[in-house]
């Protein structure tokens, strides 16, 4: 079963308008959650991350949202750039119980100049 | 500061041959957890070992296995190979735990011919 979905396959966004790439979760311990961004050939890179004591974090261009009753949370990248373009993971972990982290199927972003 | 370095970056292996794959994690950290990523279905978690000791499990076959060396450095070896684990294996370290967020190597590109 899967304990991180990311539903959305790709996603394809135009220059300068925002991307909002989306993850569920199942396990009500994950109290932890990631965001990397993969290129081809390369090991992902992390990107940004939540505690869920927190519903909102951001860094720069990237904002992620968590919504804790909704077992959801979003990456939001404004404006989109065609450096964007590559694959994004969610990943959760529960800090308690020192688990590894589990990461979504990922979602490839396109972002067209 | 060095990154995460995984060898060999490509591999090509006959079904039923074993195969070994090493990873030397950041100076200082002393997590290093597996994975392996296919095309359907993103990153799954491998193992992760710390101090030696291997302290999360993926659900994964017992011809999977690893090990993790007093300066922390880590191998992980597949015996009988079978088509199916043609992937891309990624390490990756952290202080202690996976909330800290992860640093991934660049994978090691196992093809099973």
């Known amino acids: 079963d899967q304990q991180v979905k990311q539903n959305s396959p790709s996603l394809s966004v135009q220059e300068g308008r925002i991307s909002i790439l989306n993850c569920d979760y199942t396990n009500s311990m994950f109290d932890y959650f990631l965001w990397y961004k993969k290129y081809p050939a390369e090991g992902p890179t992390f990107l940004i991350s939540?505690?869920?004591?927190?519903d909102k974090n951001e860094d720069g261009r990237f904002t992620v949202f968590l919504n804790k009753s909704a077992k959801h949370l979003s990456l939001h990248i404004v404006p989109s750039q065609p450096g964007d373009s590559a694959v994004y993971f969610c990943a959760a972990s529960a800090s308690q119980a020192g688990t590894a982290l589990i990461f979504g199927k990922g979602t490839t972003l396109s972002v067209s100049s | 500061k060095a990154g995460v370095t995984q060898t060999p970056r490509y591999l090509i292996k006959t079904r039923g041959q074993q195969v070994t794959l090493s990873c030397s994690p950041i100076s200082g950290h002393r997590s290093v957890s597996w994975y392996q990523q296919t095309p359907g279905q993103g990153l799954q978690f491998l193992f992760e070992y710390f101090s030696e000791t291997q302290r999360n499990k993926g659900n994964f076959p017992g011809r999977f296995s690893g090990r993790q060396f007093s300066n922390s450095r880590s191998e992980m070896n597949v015996s009988t190979l079978e088509l199916g684990d043609s992937a891309l294996y990624l390490c990756?370290?952290?202080?202690?735990?996976?909330?800290?967020?992860?640093?991934f190597g660049s994978g090691t590109r196992l093809t099973v011919v």
């Open positions: 990756a370290s952290s202080l202690e735990w996976a909330n800290y967020g992860y640093t």
């Open positions: 939540i505690s869920s004591i927190k």
